[in-house]
């Protein structure tokens, strides 16, 4: 496992790089609080000395900061979250502060490389031509071979979420009908759910929090994953609101609330309805919502009284009944209340069943449509750009899959389908079995791009049979991760400060320009720069098989996002104005559904969704158990707070705040496995296993143990080997693919010996 021999190409020029850049000024890159006080000198600011740019992270996170960049002798010095956008406010993450780090670090991939035998370590540098030629010739034999190119398969994800980077899958339709691997590993369930009740997924500003009496935050650590929405959390507080958070895992933000329930993983469906029951009992029922804004209230509540008690609840939960008790009395009391349904908790076999659960009961307090209320769970509104960059056709004649209407996706505006051809879908969240499977013909070429399959998708081991049986594999990225480790053909691809792009939020409301701070280092070129070198080699070898166009401006594609509809919501007349600031949404809503008509079937909240039923699952927002143990212990791998996905860690600046992963578990049970804290455990199941050190700690249950996903460059450190790819229930509707069940997972765990 994990046995590639890999030998980074950039060991040998490392140090001549690393003195280059000193001497080109880049140590002052290092942001001041990390200079020692050995070689700091005390140098008065003057703003006057930068030239300042407009930057957003760009990564799948719902705090998507503005960041304002300060460049002097044409080198990024450091980076500051912009202070116009009350959300990012002047601060960024620790993550943030260390991106001009990502950008001259060593380890960057700094050209085309070409490996001689995947997973060799053997790589050679190429020139971009001759990259382009090797992929152009290849995926011309595919065509010839089989006819069409669905054997030509994209994986992408979220790496970077700037608009213009969907130029990548406009890539794929530009040379014709591909495979595309569909859905998303992230909050899909928990997206239908919220679909077949209110039909839509909406929910208010996060700045609104500050109006709210009482927060659940129902599975998610915005400690760690939205640190900027605690400060709203914080001001609700003093403002009398109560504070509880429900997870599995005492995290840090359950360090900072009010109360703390510790619930059992995958219950939690049990416990709404033990809540919505109580609510029945007691007359707490908002009866103006759901007689005059509701369909299916009456079957609920027959529903409740015939299947779910407060002490059935406790059992499957383990919360007492009082304590359920006495929090729905709070809850239905505070005018407003309302529920953060973190994207953690639905990642689960019956994760959207569990999001439809609390919906149903925050609809029932009547905190729907409310300033300071609602059940929160994302938004994209904000979304409505052009997705120039995207959608391309495909060259005159093209072969592809028949009879089906082309991809669905989480971003797919476009609605590419109703031809006759169309691409063929494949399930993202199944990746490796999806490649194995795949037939007439069999995906020979894989493209990854903003995607690191080694690190995020499921089963690892099976996923590297998947990729042996790959003719070619071209990857697109900024590190030589594991993902690189089993390419042909690595391409390197700018950072943020590199390109030009826009970016908005799937949670807030602020819209944020990317403007190009510096030159691409190296020979770094953008996703779509790298879509057009390719059209160049295709059409030279092929005239008219790619309709990329040959050559893009990074600038005018970005301008050619903008329309009307966004300039008129964001209240702005010019993208050009985005140049002082980010700028939030002109919301004519004083909270979402405010208006109380929804965009289900029936126009009105449903608890019985007969679409839900339509597509296979219960109509009314029942309760489903979840998945059956098939190990002595669940395994939790939620997110970290010193990376994002596989991403920051591998920085050798962030190495000094999270050096090492754990697995962590709990005292009792590390005593009767034998286990001692800090010592090498071997954390296995049926799948795979990893070898890490265990750290005890009663912030986990005595049964469940917790490793936070993660990549580091030099540990062979990987939590999908044990995470298997089983799928979640919901999520097909709206994103082409279900779920994936995360957080069922078992193992067990022993002494490493
Ligand atoms: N076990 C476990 N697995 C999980 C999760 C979990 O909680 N536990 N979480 C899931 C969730 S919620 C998500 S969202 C996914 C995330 O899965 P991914 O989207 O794959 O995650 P990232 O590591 O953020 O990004 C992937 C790659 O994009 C590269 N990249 C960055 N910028 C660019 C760019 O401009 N162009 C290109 N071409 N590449 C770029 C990065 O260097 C990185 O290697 O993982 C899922 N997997
Ligand atoms: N620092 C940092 N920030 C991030 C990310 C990151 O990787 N690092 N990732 C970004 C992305 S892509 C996403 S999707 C979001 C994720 O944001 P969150 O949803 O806040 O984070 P997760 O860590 O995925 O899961 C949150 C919590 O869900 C809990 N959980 C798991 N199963 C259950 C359950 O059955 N019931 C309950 N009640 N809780 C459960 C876990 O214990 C965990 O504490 O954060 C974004 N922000
Ligand atoms: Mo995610």
Known sequence: ????????????????????????????????????????????????????????????????????????????????????????????????YTYPRRLYSPDRIKYPMIQDKRGSGNWRRISWDEAMDRIADKILEIKKRDGSLLGLGLTKYSGNFGITNYGVEGMMSSLGYTTRFVGTPCWPAGIDAQNYDLGDMWCNDPEDFVKAKYIIIWGGNPAWCSMHSMKYLYQARENGAKIVVIDPVFTQTAAKADMYWRVKPGTDGALALGMARHLLDRGLVNQDFVNNYAVGYAEFADYLRQNVTVDWASEICGIPAEDIRALTEEFAAAKPATVWIGYGMQRHTNGGAMVRAIDAFVAMTGNIGVEGGGARYGQMRTWGFNYHAMIQKQPEGSIGFVGATGPKGEFDFAGEGNTTYSDRTLNINKTAQEILDAKDPELKMLWVSCKNP????????????????????????????????????????????????????????????????????????????????????????????????????????????????????????????????????????????????????????????????????????????????????????????????????????????????????????????????????????????????????????????????????????????????????????????????????????????
């Open 454 to 753: 080694f690190a995020q998708d499921f089963d690892r081991n099976k996923l590297e049979k998947a990729f042996a049986k790959l003719e070619m594999v071209v990857t697109v990225d900024q590190f030589f991760n594991e993902t690189v480790q089993h390419s042909d053909i690595v391409l390197p691809v700018t950072t943020l400060f590199e390109e030009w792009t826009v970016n908005v939020s799937y949670w807030h409301y602020w819209l944020s320009l990317n403007e190009q701070a510096v030159k691409p280092m190296h020979e770094a070129r953008s996703n779509i720069e790298i879509a057009a070198a390719l059209s160049r080699a295709m059409n030279k070898k092929a005239p008219g098989s790619c309709t990329f166009p040959q050559e893009v401006d990074g600038r005018e594609w970005m301008i050619k996002e903008f329309n009307k509809g966004v300039y008129d919501y964001f209240g702005i007349s010019s993208w050009e104005e985005l140049r002082n600031g980010p700028v939030k949404a002109k919301l004519s809503n004083s909270a979402a559904w405010n208006e109380r008509v929804f965009m289900t079937p029936s126009g009105k909240y449903e608890f019985r969704s007969d679409l839900c039923a339509q597509n296979g699952f219960k109509a009314l927002p029942e309760y489903v158990p979840g998945r059956e143990a098939t190990a002595p212990f669940r395994l939790l791998t939620p997110h970290v707070q010193f990376g994002l996905h596989s991403q920051f860690i591998n920085l050798d600046w962030m190495e000094n705040f999270y050096p090492e992963p754990f697995v962590y578990i709990h005292p009792e049970a590390a005593e009767a496995k034998g286990i001692r804290d800090m010592e090498k455990v071997r954390v296995f199941n049926s799948i795979g296993e990893v070898t890490v050190r265990a750290k005890l700690t009663s912030n986990v249950a005595k049964d469940c143990v917790v490793m936070y996903e993660a990549w580091f460059r030099k540990l062979a450190f990987n939590v999908q080997n044990v995470v298997d790819d089983c799928a979640a229930d919901m999520g097909a509707m709206k994103t082409g693919a279900p779920g994936v069940a995360i957080h069922d997972q078992f193992v067990d765990i022993a002494p490493a010996v």
């Open 1 to 96: 496992m994990n046995k590639i021999k890999f030998r980074r190409p950039d060991a040998v020029d490392r140090r001549g790089f690393l003195k280059g850049l000193l001497a080109a000024g880049a140590a002052a890159a290092l942001p001041g609080g990390l200079l020692t006080a050995r070689n700091a000198k005390a140098v008065p600011f003057d703003p006057g000395a930068y030239q300042v740019f407009r930057n957003a992270c760009p990564r799948n996170c719902y705090d998507t900061c503005s960041i304002k960049t300060y460049v002097r002798d044409g080198i990024v010095q450091f980076v500051e979250g912009a202070p116009e956008s009350t959300f990012t406010r002047g601060a960024l993450c620790v993550k943030g």
